[in-house]
């Protein structure tokens, strides 16, 4: 092969390497940005389906509350020992009763959308300013209760059966939401060394080889 030929070839080289792992890189980088969006879709879709429910709720609870009231009418026009008024006084406490469970119902999942809400809010925010984004306990906690929400208690799993402390519950959060290495750092506030100190910590209490990868294992736990 002449000179030429030779620089060719190489130059081709190059390029071939270069455009797979540009493709590679995008396709990662893709696959990271996609999969923090499908859960932001999935936490979406959860409040659509809630403010669904406390809406069939809310018509359920008017038709309780129209009953109750009038129950209550006939009851004033019943003579207290007749059969009629101890019909009309079981259909009222009946009644009376599913009248509390709607309003249980509606106030729940009116608290738990808020909730969700807040913490859907709070991850966005803190994806896109980590550094002024100074997280509460009680913060912490909702984007806790969020995660074992929508990944089948993974937090609360990890806690009871290996006895991770609170940090580890944040690094392991911030993974299931596919937060980077350099995002998790930015929230943290913390060293590239302490980091890593944090994780080989956390790979030994889920009993895991050196070799293996600890973000890729808490995504698929």
């Not at 389906?49 to 809310?58: D, G, L």
């Not at 859907?120 to 509460?136: A, H, I, Y």
């Given at each position: 092969?002449?000179?030429?030929?030779?620089?060719?070839?190489?130059?081709?080289?190059?390029?071939?390497?270069?455009?797979?792992?540009?493709?590679?890189?995008?396709?990662?980088?893709?696959?990271?940005?996609g999969?923090?969006?499908?859960?932001?879709?999935?936490?979406?879709?959860?409040?659509?389906?809630?403010?669904?429910a406390?809406?069939?709720?809310?018509?359920?609870?008017?038709?309780?509350?129209?009953?109750v009231?009038?129950?209550?009418?006939?009851?004033?026009?019943?003579?207290?020992?007749?059969?009629?008024?101890?019909?009309?006084?079981?259909?009222?406490?009946?009644?009376?009763?599913?009248?509390?469970?709607?309003?249980?119902?509606?106030?729940?999942l009116?608290?738990?959308?808020?909730?969700?809400?807040?913490?859907?809010?709070?991850?966005?925010q803190?994806?896109?300013?980590?550094?002024?984004?100074?997280?509460?306990?009680?913060?912490?906690?909702?984007?806790?209760?969020l995660?074992?929400i929508?990944?089948?208690?993974?937090?609360?799993?990890?806690?009871?059966?290996?006895?991770?402390?609170?940090?580890?519950?944040?690094?392991?959060?911030?993974?299931?939401?596919?937060?980077?290495?350099?995002?998790?750092?930015?929230?943290?506030?913390?060293?590239?060394?302490?980091?890593?100190?944090?994780?080989?910590?956390?790979?030994?209490?889920?009993r895991?080889?050196?070799?293996?990868?600890?973000?890729?294992f808490?995504?698929?736990?």
């Amino acid at each position: 092969m002449d000179l030429p030929s030779s620089w060719t070839f190489a130059l081709f080289t190059l390029c071939f390497v270069a455009l797979i792992a540009g493709a590679l890189l995008g396709f990662a980088v893709g696959f990271r940005t996609g999969g923090r969006q499908e859960r932001f879709r999935l936490v979406k879709e959860k409040l659509k389906r809630n403010k669904a429910a406390i809406c069939r709720w809310q018509k359920e609870r008017y038709e309780y509350a129209r009953q109750v009231k009038q129950l209550e009418e006939d009851l004033l026009h019943s003579a207290s020992e007749s059969e009629h008024y101890k019909e009309r006084m079981s259909d009222l406490e009946f009644y009376q009763q599913k009248l509390r469970e709607s309003e249980r119902i509606i106030t729940s999942l009116s608290v738990e959308n808020e909730c969700q809400s807040d913490s859907l809010s709070m991850l966005v925010q803190l994806k896109e300013d980590p550094l002024r984004t100074n997280l509460t306990r009680e913060e912490w906690n909702g984007l806790f209760h969020l995660t074992d929400i929508l990944f089948h208690h993974v937090l609360s799993d990890l806690k009871e059966k290996r006895g991770i402390t609170r940090h580890e519950q944040e690094i392991c959060c911030l993974v299931k939401w596919n937060f980077s290495r350099k995002e998790q750092l930015a929230v943290f506030n913390n060293t590239s060394e302490a980091l890593t100190k944090s994780k080989n910590r956390l790979k030994k209490k889920l009993r895991l080889d050196e070799k293996v990868d600890l973000d890729q294992f808490i995504r698929l736990y």
